[in-house]
């Protein structure tokens, strides 16, 4: 009797260690799969990731009017057709572009000139505002810039827009300067940096 309790006890600590080691090997995977970092964990995108219909994706020229959607959504001063088609031919320049069932819902671009990554943009539509996306755009643009070599990040915001700055200091990024009237010459802009 007592030997069967003790063999049932061991192939139930077997069981737990095998149970353990499963979990392990399927949380590499699904982190493999998805490209994440530890900084995409580390910003809080656990409620994103169960969103199983946000797709983030390269954006090409065919993305043109998906990406002006979201600009003329997010910007006073929104970019025009021929600005996005610019960044999008511009060696070095990548948009990434979200999406939920197929509508663009955000997006993030950025410049890599040798060591130096430039954000450009970030926008997330209003109503999917506050979901982690504009974080997890931006996640994801900084390790692909790491990825591919650079080492010091730089990107330019309005000293008003608190909602950006909050995010961007989140992220590590911290204020390097003042850039007087650097939006039409009546706005100020704050450089940051992450190095
Ligand atoms: C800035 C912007 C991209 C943020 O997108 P988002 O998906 O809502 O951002 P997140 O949900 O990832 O928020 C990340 C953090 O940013 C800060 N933040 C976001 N919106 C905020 C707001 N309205 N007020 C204060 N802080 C805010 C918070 O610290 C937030 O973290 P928390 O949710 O843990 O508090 C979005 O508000 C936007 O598109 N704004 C208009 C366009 C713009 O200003 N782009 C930046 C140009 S430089």
Redesign the pocket.
């Known amino acids: 009797m007592t030997t069967t309790i003790i063999t049932a006890m061991i192939a139930l600590d077997i069981a737990a260690a095998l149970l353990r080691i499963l979990f392990i090997i399927y949380g590499t995977f699904l982190n493999t799969l998805l490209n994440l970092e530890p900084l995409l964990v580390d910003?809080?995108l656990n409620s994103l990731l169960s969103d199983a219909n946000l797709v983030v994706r390269l954006a090409s020229l065919a993305d043109v009017e998906a990406l002006l959607k979201i600009e003329e959504e997010?910007?006073e001063y929104p970019y025009d057709r021929l600005v996005f088609e610019e960044i999008l031919r511009r060696r070095g320049c990548t948009i990434l572009l979200a999406e939920v069932l197929d509508n663009p819902i955000?997006y993030v671009a950025f410049e890599k000139k040798g060591h130096v990554g430039t954000?450009i943009?970030?926008?997330?539509?209003?109503r999917?505002?506050?979901?982690?996306?504009?974080?997890?755009?931006?996640a994801q643009a900084l390790t692909m810039l790491k990825g591919a070599g650079v080492r010091r990040v730089v990107?330019?915001?309005?000293v008003k827009?608190?909602?950006?700055?909050?995010?961007?200091?989140?992220l590590g990024f911290k204020a390097e300067g003042l850039l007087r009237g650097y939006y039409r010459g009546e706005e100020d802009a704050i450089l940051y940096s992450l190095e």
Not at 128 to 138: K, P, V
Not at 161 to 170: I, P, S, V
């Open positions: 910003a809080g997010c910007f955000g954000i943009s970030l926008g997330v539509v209003e999917f505002r506050h979901r982690g996306i504009g974080t997890y755009l931006m990107l330019q915001v309005s827009n608190l909602a950006a700055r909050r995010l961007y200091e989140k």
